[in-house]
């Protein structure tokens, strides 16, 4: 890919269309076989967990965000999504699930970019933390470091830890366009 600069927007899941739905399924599956890598033991668990976010691409209103790479006006295709669900107590957690870039586009920024166009947005609506499960061994511990989470503790899934970002003074990365499109 030398230096090409990408063109990557991120839209909610209402903006994709057929096509995209079925590779960010793909995509899905994808993620928990590669989750299943650091932590065998939880494959039955993952298993669930991606059944139910694969159902969860029906509902236009399901908290994903798509990381889509812009070509031209008729061409886009996804790179990556997330989904962001509010819970905890009194429903002002986001909880973090299923993020994934498709491998040959990592360590360009399009992960912070997903991460933090969904923590803006649910900053905007309120929820003051973002929590999320990550294995232990995955190198998505420093992704999320690197975003600002801290490691809060063990998660009950053996295996997991449990990340915490307090969202009452966090801010976006500068140079976030408004509109987060971003050349990166
Ligand atoms: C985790 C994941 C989404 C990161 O996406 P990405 O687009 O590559 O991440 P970014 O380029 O935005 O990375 C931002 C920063 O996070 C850190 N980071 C990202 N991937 C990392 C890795 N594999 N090892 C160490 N640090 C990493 C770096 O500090 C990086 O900044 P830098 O590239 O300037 O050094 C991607 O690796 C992925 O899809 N993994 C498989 C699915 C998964 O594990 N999901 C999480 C389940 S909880």
């Given at each position: 890919m030398g230096c090409d600069r990408l063109q990557v927007k991120v839209v909610p899941l209402?903006?994709?269309?057929q096509e995209e739905l079925r590779i960010l399924a793909a995509y899905i599956h994808e993620a928990c076989l590669e989750e299943q890598k650091y932590a065998p033991e939880a494959k039955e668990l993952l298993k669930i967990g991606e059944a139910d976010l694969v159902r969860s691409l029906e509902w236009s209103e399901a908290g994903w965000w798509v990381a889509r790479q812009e070509r031209g006006p008729e061409e886009s295709r996804p790179l990556g999504l997330v989904r962001i669900a509010a819970g905890g107590e009194g429903g002002r957690t986001a909880v973090l699930s299923g993020l994934y870039v498709t491998p040959e586009y990592r360590r360009r920024g399009i992960g912070r970019l997903l991460v933090e166009t969904a923590l803006a947005e649910a900053k905007e609506e309120g929820l003051w933390q973002a929590t999320v499960l990550v294995a232990e061994t995955n190198p998505a511990v420093d992704f999320y470091r690197a975003l600002g989470f801290n490691v809060r503790r063990q998660a009950a899934m053996i295996g997991y830890l449990f990340m915490t970002l307090s969202l009452k003074e966090w801010e976006p990365s500068p140079g976030r366009d408004k509109d987060v499109s971003s050349g990166l």
């Open positions: 209402k903006s994709v269309d």
